[in-house]
């Protein structure tokens, strides 16, 4: 009891912003306020229809009724004729470069950790809709949290619905659809969190060990596992597939770039942190004890990146969230060890439609995709692609003017308040 109590009271009710240590902090830079102005989402809760898998799980709270009204699923379409392309496929962008990813995102993604002689471990298995179900046959380390890291949980909840309104809205929804916690208490576990659902439908975010427990030098409860402020933005990253708002876009890479975007914007949101100055003592270093492998920090980088492309390619064929090295490093990195087991995740939403590869530059550009790739039809293509990035695929209108009502529009705009863009 005195544990817990020492370790909230180490974490500050007020507002984040400006709370956290600065590093490399440029003279006379200035910091802007933050200004939230999240897409409007229903207010209805929903959950993904999804079929009941075979592992029953216990949870460790009583969870709240779900709101009976399922999303409808997306069917699987058949081959669409290149005649079909839409207008928008002629301002496609040029290949990104091919850069080596650093090692520091490892941390962030549910990669292969297999027993010794095992065969690697997936945590998930995602659906075609973006949602996820239990592995009964392959998993047996779940368990409740137990009482400190349920308390680290809780605590994290709080101060981060305080001090981020994405946060907020993203926890809101999870809560309202019954969702809890489970712990994979596997030590050797390389992956932070992965998001899933039980028997009743209900989400459930699969915490690790590493990510909660990991040893940092000092025994006190308090000072194990990941700083708050890190455990809420990988929680936010996993909720955003249980998010009503995001429904409209299916299993894609543009699906797990909006999980990466959210992640990173409720960093950033409880650290206020900016190019200019990161709080490196909040984020979560990808190999224990190595300052120079922060993970947030890698992302966060490369989304100021894009976006900048994005403002300065308005009205010319440049700048597309497809040319940068950001959503590149989703598709061919994060998708293929994140969630292999469905590849939905490793095609753009233009690619699962047109039925062929489009990576100019990549000896693949233009070829058919494997037999059995994911496919959908215009309509599903038209919607989702408007709520990820907008007629020009840079977050804009079809008059070049930002559009808050996308996902990547509305990242942009923030990013322009916080003087980043």
Known sequence: MK???LFLSLIPSTALAGVVSRAAIAPGASF???QLSAPVMPGAASLLPMSAPALTLTPSLAAPSIAPALAAAIAPAAAVPAAAKP?????LPAAARAEAVPAALAALLPAASAPEGGAPR??????????ARFDGASF????NLDWAERQKVDATERYASNGSQ???SLNDEFRRQGGYYLLDSNPHAKYMAAAAVDRQNRPVILLTHDLLNRFNGRHEEMYRGAPWEFIASVIAREQVFFNAWYGTIPAS???LAASFMNMTRVFVDLTNGTSRSWATDKDYQAVSGDRSTYTQWNWFEQLVAASRAAAQGVGTNSGHLLDSKFFSWVRDWTAPQDKPAIPSFQYSLWEQYDGRYYRPGDAKNGQPLPPGAPRIDKATYD?????AYGTDGKGSDQHGALNQQTMYGWIIKWLKDRFEV
């Open 32 to 34: 802007a306020p933050l």
């Open 3 to 5: 544990i817990a109590v």
């Open 140 to 143: 047996g380390s779940y368990r």
């Open 87 to 91: 207008a928008v496929a002629a301002a």
């Open 253 to 255: 890479a543009e699906k």
């Open 122 to 131: 997936v945590p998930a298995q995602f659906w075609a809709d973006g949602a």
């Open 166 to 168: 994405v946060f907020q």
């Open 383 to 387: 919607a989702a692609a408007n709520t």
